[in-house]
């Protein structure tokens, strides 16, 4: 199985996208999956129709803090919908007399009913409806006569904060950290930062101008545990 971890929020959205629309659909589709290169291959003849997508289309990156470093995602995700027509043109994208002949227009209509707003569990803002775009009308695949549209939706979601210059991700058993993927595959690490152990100042009084040094002690989560004990 492919480690995922929380770094990898886009294969989680496009996972998300899935999930919802195969729920939600139910028999208005027959498959609904991820795009695995579908249209450019002649398996796409022998797909079990109608036929629901999901691709990731690229992101743009923009600086929401120059001091902080920090960085917001706008990322692109495709829906393609994919209708049979067994009579004409109209049909496919209006689909038939028989209620097993779905159009593409029905689709389209419920994939937005699904996924416009939605933030998938929290992991973006919600999902924004950007364009519909036709792929091809009426077009003979091997023996089929289909039809295919693509909805693009836009995801903004906040980026991780940046590892300090010239550090590598930490040593982690987390599998929910960011780090644990450059553990998982050997990457280089960085140690741990040590515990604040020890807090050391002056008060100044302004009325005096006495000073009184203080020293505070902090405790490791090792003889916190011990105290609790």
């Known amino acids: 199985m492919a480690i995922i971890g929380c770094l990898d929020v886009i294969t989680k959205i496009e996972n998300g996208l899935v999930e919802r629309l195969t729920r939600g659909l139910g028999r208005l589709a027959a498959t609904v999956k991820s795009y695995g290169g579908e249209l450019d291959d002649k398996s796409l003849g022998t797909s079990r129709l109608p036929l629901v997508m999901v691709t990731y289309g690229g992101s743009r990156i923009h600086c929401k803090n120059i001091r902080a470093g920090r ?3 706008e990322a692109s995700f495709a829906v393609l ?3 049979q027509s ?4 109209l049909a496919g994208r209006q689909g038939g007399v028989d209620s097993r002949e779905i159009g593409a227009n029905t689709l389209i209509s419920a994939v937005r009913r699904l996924l416009d707003g939605q933030t998938l569990g929290g992991l973006c803002q919600p999902l924004r409806p950007m364009r519909i775009e036709t792929l091809f009308n009426h077009a003979q695949v091997q023996a089929k ?3 295919a549209y693509s909805l693009e939706y836009e995801a903004v979601f906040d980026d991780l904060a940046p590892l300090e210059d010239g550090r590598f991700p930490e040593v982690t058993q987390d599998e ?3 780090d644990y993927v450059f553990n998982a595959y050997s990457g280089e690490l960085s140690p741990e930062y040590g515990w604040l152990e020890q807090v050391t100042g002056k008060i100044f ?3 005096t101008g006495a000073t009184v ?3 505070v002690e902090t405790q490791t989560p090792s003889a916190e545990s011990a105290v609790k004990k």
């Open 71 to 73: 960085y917001q995602s």
């Open 81 to 83: 919908v994919v209708t």
């Open 86 to 89: 067994l009579r004409s043109n």
């Open 145 to 147: 006569t289909l039809t």
């Open 176 to 178: 929910r950290s960011a």
């Open 205 to 207: 009084d302004p009325t």
């Open 213 to 215: 040094p203080f020293e």
